[in-house]
């Protein structure tokens, strides 16, 4: 006990002691400062110089108050002062101890002149001095700075930095920064083709800059090298732009898998063309918004909670009205299917109508959870949380689905129904039964698909409308009654529409995708997987 | 041969039809400009605007009827047609406006002049003329049903999916029209129309003459679809909407009858858009939209598809319902409208007229019965099977 206690003690007294060393130390330094008070603007470049050289952190301050022209001499003691304006006077801040020295008036005191090279210096200065900062962040954002202006005159400063910095991604940018700056210098052509390597490795879009600025400026021998440098980069680049290509076009192809996996049951497995499926979805959104509206008020600490809790609710709330609508209106329609599209919209229509009475015609606001907002990146791509979760939601549902037709006995008469209902039905299967639960759980499907794409769209009424379009696209394009047509089709479309994107424009790639269902119909007109057999004549 | 398609295609109720829109041709027009305000009789202006649309719409729902309701294929992209009638008509109204615009440009329209663009596109050329315009109101929708329907018929993409595609092909055309770089005006379309003919588009003179070729029109294709509909070619049509397979091993070729069915009635719709324009002074993307083009299809519902008197009725019914319920109670008209399909589809899959043809056709059949044999039920049962 007594032991600890004269530890802290002796702590305690080197603490208190370890200013006032400080303040020793400050002498000379405070003489530098000083001599700044009095340099002529034609040596003020060695004062600096020297000032830099003590590497002292304290400098920075000075240094920007100098080229920012806030640096003042009391005309009386050749004192330097920090100083900001206040009315007529100025406030004096001491610039080693950064205490307030009082208030003089303007004339008591001379402003440092500074012109553009001194300006020049100071920032080189400054540069090297933050690059040595044991900040990490200070340091991180000096040596991105240094390498968005890099001159072959802060070529010491950076190597001097390179030599002392343990920091992986630190050391990235001074490389690259190094790499610049000995592009720019009269170093020998060795090093200068050295540097075209590292910044080569390196890749990205900043050395795609710089190297297609040296190359106006490099001498002939280097000039193969920098231009061989350029192209290996493009491809790089290029393929990193596919990559996040897919990856977009994946997204979206989540995206209609989910909003067409339902479809793909009620349309593809049971022939009912349902228009009002994509109110189903936009029910589900609304499900998570009135969800996250409870917690929000009254639970707030399950926030994160909101989404798993919406989910459950949302298959039960849209396929509850799924099964109404199924019992109340199509069952009196198989076998039409025309007019089941239309009294489908005409559900639609009113489905839509009434949200809009309810909630209003506006968007409402869905929050993401932490879990699902932010982005990280992965190699050249920069992939956000909220699309992960998707395609992993999305593929979750389609394999549960596609678990429950192939493995369950409620799939084996779904199946069984739709292959051949009078035949099921003399087996004994409850057609009647088997139609309500099929196209309540397509419903269902498109509830929960509504949770997912609340996170990445407007709630409103108009919700669903966006997508049945596209997801009929899907199904019809995947070819109608198989699951892996859908899910093949929701992705190739996904990915097509985001390659046209770049090339035609968001809005003529989305029409040439429908240029070319509309002409891929024409050749398969059962789509990609088109079932074989008696079922297709039926 | 024209004059005997001309008495096959009329009879009574064909007849009387058209004897009633050539009757308000005349009627409306006369009791509009020629009685005082405050006459009983005078029709406002802004009624022969409305019921002027109404006919444009009549026109359209008649046009889905001959490829629905005799054909048996469901378009779900008919309003595309009106619309790109629309357009062309627009084009020819835009050109009419010359230096008026507020740009006072001579040559360019206004949204391309804000658009900065220097010279017109050429497919804008020809469109000062109105016979041009005229022609392109039939021959674009014509031509572009004849192609998607070349297409479509011969690899047999029928049923739903046919009404799927057609979605989508309304649906390309919405995207594409909502593009300023289509040169179509984008988002705001064609307005702003000075004048027709020379005539002030506002006058009211004007507003009836274009009731009247509203009517007039009305009858002519009335004329048409019924001479095709009675003619053997609209049997064979009635023949492979009920059993298209049978039609072809019969020998018939029935992907070149949809078609042509189809582009005649996408002809027609390019007209109905056509009246459509000047009477309500706008065209923009939104008629592309494919709930209009399902719309068209419940006021052929409700009428009775499958009869030419019932879309025109269906029309007329529907529309002045909606103007009255939005303008009464508007939030209700989707719900009105809504529970329109499916009590329509489910209570009454004949429509109006259908069920009432129905109900006529049974009387007949069983006073025909008590006073003859029975034999004669038979023929008057059910005409028309689901497809």
């Not at chain 1, 990193?240 to 898998?257: D, I």
């Not at chain 2, 050429?122 to 041009?132: I, R």
Request: aromatic letters at 10%.
């Amino acid at each position: 006990m007594y032991r600890i206690l004269q530890t802290v003690l002796v702590a305690l007294i080197l603490f208190t002691a370890f200013p006032a060393a400080g303040l020793s130390a400050e002498e000379p330094l405070r003489d530098l400062v000083n001599a700044l008070g009095t340099a002529k603007l034609s040596n003020m470049d060695e004062h600096i110089a020297a000032l830099a050289k003590s590497g002292d952190p304290k400098i920075v301050p000075i240094l920007e108050a100098l080229s920012d022209g806030n640096l003042y001499v009391r005309k009386a003691d050749d004192q330097v002062f920090l100083t900001r304006e206040s009315g007529a006077n100025l406030t004096l801040t001491d610039p080693l101890s950064g205490e307030s020295v009082g208030e003089a008036p303007k004339s008591a005191l001379s402003k440092i002149k500074v012109n553009n090279s001194v300006r020049r210096s100071v920032r080189a200065a400054l540069g090297g001095l933050t690059l040595l900062s044991p900040d990490r962040n200070q340091r991180f954002k000096a040596a991105q700075s240094i390498l968005q202006s890099p001159n072959a005159d802060a070529l010491p400063t950076i190597e001097n930095a390179l030599a002392a910095e343990k920091d992986a991604a630190i050391r990235t940018l001074l490389e690259q920064a190094r790499a610049t700056a000995v592009l720019a210098s009269d170093r020998p052509p060795e090093e200068k083709r050295q540097a075209v390597q590292t910044l080569k490795q390196n890749g990205g879009r900043e050395a795609l800059s710089i190297l297609s600025a040296a190359l106006g400026t490099a001498d002939e021998t280097l000039k193969p090298e920098i231009e061989a440098a350029l192209a290996s980069i493009e491809q790089t680049q290029a393929l990193w732009a596919a990559g996040q290509n897919v990856w977009y076009g994946l997204s979206l192809g989540s995206v209609l898998l989910l909003a067409a996996i339902g479809l793909a049951i009620t349309f593809g497995v049971m022939g009912i063309i349902n228009m009002a499926h994509g109110e189903m979805v936009m029910l589900g959104a609304y499900t998570t918004f009135l969800v996250q509206e409870i917690v929000r008020t009254s639970f707030p600490g399950l926030f994160d909670w909101s989404l798993a809790i919406a989910l459950p609710l949302a298959f039960l709330v849209t396929g509850a009205v799924g099964l109404a609508i199924e019992r109340g209106v199509i069952r009196f329609l198989y076998g039409r299917p025309l007019e089941t599209l239309l009294a489908t919209w005409g559900i639609s229509l009113i489905l839509q109508q009434a949200v809009r009475s309810i909630f209003g015609p506006t968007n409402r606001e869905v929050g993401n959870p932490s879990w699902m907002s932010g982005a990280f990146e992965l190699g050249g791509l920069t992939i956000t949380w909220n699309r992960l979760w998707i395609i992993l939601f999305a593929l979750t549902v389609f394999a549960g689905l596609l678990f429950l037709l192939k493995k369950t006995p409620m799939g084996l008469q779904m199946r069984a129904v739709t292959q051949n209902r009078r035949m099921a039905s003399s087996m004994g299967i409850r057609t009647p039964v088997v139609d309500a639960l099929t196209f309540a759980l397509g419903s269902g499907i498109a509830g929960m698909a509504g949770v997912a794409l609340s996170q990445i769209d407007n709630v409103s009424p108009n919700l669903g409308q966006g997508y049945i379009i596209d997801s009929f696209m899907v199904v019809v394009f995947g070819g109608v009654g198989n699951l892996w047509g859908t899910l093949v089709g929701a992705f190739s479309l996904g990915i097509l529409n985001k390659f046209l994107e770049p090339y035609a424009g968001a809005v003529l790639g989305k029409i040439l995708v429908l240029v070319l269902i509309i002409l891929f119909i024409q050749k398969r007109p059962r789509g990609l997987f088109a079932l074989k057999g008696r079922a297709v004549e039926a | 041969m024209i004059t005997s398609f001309l008495i096959k295609s009329l009879d009574r109720t064909i007849l009387v039809a058209v004897a009633i829109l050539l009757a308000l041709a005349v009627l409306v027009p006369v009791l509009n400009l020629l009685t005082a305000p405050d006459h009983p009789l005078h029709v406002p202006t802004y009624l022969v605007s409305l019921f002027g649309k109404y006919l444009t719409y009549a026109l359209l729902a008649l046009a889905l009827d001959l490829v629905w309701g005799f054909c048996g294929i469901l378009s779900l992209g008919h309003a595309a047609f009106f619309a790109l009638g629309g357009y062309a008509m627009g084009m020819y109204l835009m050109r009419q406006i010359g230096a008026r615009g507020s740009y006072g440009n001579p040559l360019l329209p206004d949204f391309m002049v804000f658009l900065n663009w220097k010279e017109l596109p050429w497919f804008w050329y020809g469109f000062d003329m109105f016979w041009f315009a005229a022609l392109m109101v039939v021959l674009v929708p014509g031509l572009i049903a004849f192609v998607f329907g070349w297409f479509a018929f011969r690899s047999r993409v029928n049923g739903v999916y046919l009404s799927i595609i057609t979605q989508a092909m309304t649906y390309a055309l919405l995207l594409a029209f909502f593009r300023n770089d289509m040169g179509f005006g984008g988002n705001n379309g064609l307005t702003d129309f000075k004048d027709i003919l020379g005539f002030n588009i506002q006058a009211d003179g004007t507003r009836a003459a274009l009731f009247a070729a509203s009517a007039l029109a009305l009858a002519v294709s009335l004329v048409i679809t019924s001479g095709i509909v009675r003619s053997k070619f609209g049997k064979v049509l009635v023949a492979l909407r009920d059993a298209e397979s049978r039609t072809r091993f019969l020998g018939y070729r029935v992907e070149h009858m949809k078609l042509f069915a189809f582009t005649v009635s996408a002809m027609m719709a390019g007209v109905a858009g056509a009246l459509y324009v000047p009477q309500v002074g706008i065209i923009n993307p939104g008629e592309f939209e494919p709930g209009n083009s399902i719309e068209v299809v419940i006021w052929t519902a409700v009428g009775g598809r499958g009869t030419l008197i019932g879309p025109i009725i269906g029309a007329i019914l529907v529309n002045g319902g909606k103007s009255i319920f939005t303008a009464a109670f508007p939030e209700f008209w989707l719900f009105a409208l809504g529970g329109l399909f499916v009590l329509v589809t489910l209570l009454l899959p004949k429509g109006i007229v259908g069920t009432a043809q129905h109900y006529l056709a049974r009387r007949r059949s069983y006073r025909a019965e008590t006073v003859s044999d029975k034999g004669a039920g038979l023929r008057a049962s059910e005409p028309m099977a689901a497809e």
